[in-house]
């Protein structure tokens, strides 16, 4: 990992990346969100619409609304009640 991340340091690579995802992104924007965003977001996540219209990235590990994710001796989530 430490060459890829040298790699991705790159103020020429960071730009080809940038050059490159934008055109991907006008090609399509829902199918940049789903096959580039979607995959990099946390398996706990869900996209929650309110009445008002507002979108918001919600928890599945919490019970209710502000709760903290709960982990285990692992660090791994413990899914709500």
Do not use: H, Y
């Given at each position: 990992m430490i060459l890829l991340d040298e790699m991705m340091a790159r103020k020429a690579n960071k730009r080809a990346l940038l050059t490159a995802l934008q055109k991907e992104f006008n090609k399509s924007p829902i199918g940049f969100f789903k096959t580039i965003v979607m995959?990099?977001?946390?398996?706990?996540?869900?996209?929650?619409?309110?009445?008002?219209?507002?979108?918001?990235?919600?928890?599945?590990?919490?019970?209710?609304?502000?709760?903290?994710?709960?982990?285990?001796?692992?660090?791994?989530?413990?899914?709500?009640?």
């Amino acid at each position: 990992m430490i060459l890829l991340d040298e790699m991705m340091a790159r103020k020429a690579n960071k730009r080809a990346l940038l050059t490159a995802l934008q055109k991907e992104f006008n090609k399509s924007p829902i199918g940049f969100f789903k096959t580039i965003v979607m995959p990099l977001l946390p398996k706990e996540q869900k996209l929650a619409v309110g009445a008002d219209g507002v979108i918001e990235w919600k928890s599945l590990l919490g019970d209710e609304p502000g709760e903290k994710p709960r982990f285990d001796e692992q660090g791994f989530p413990i899914p709500g009640r």
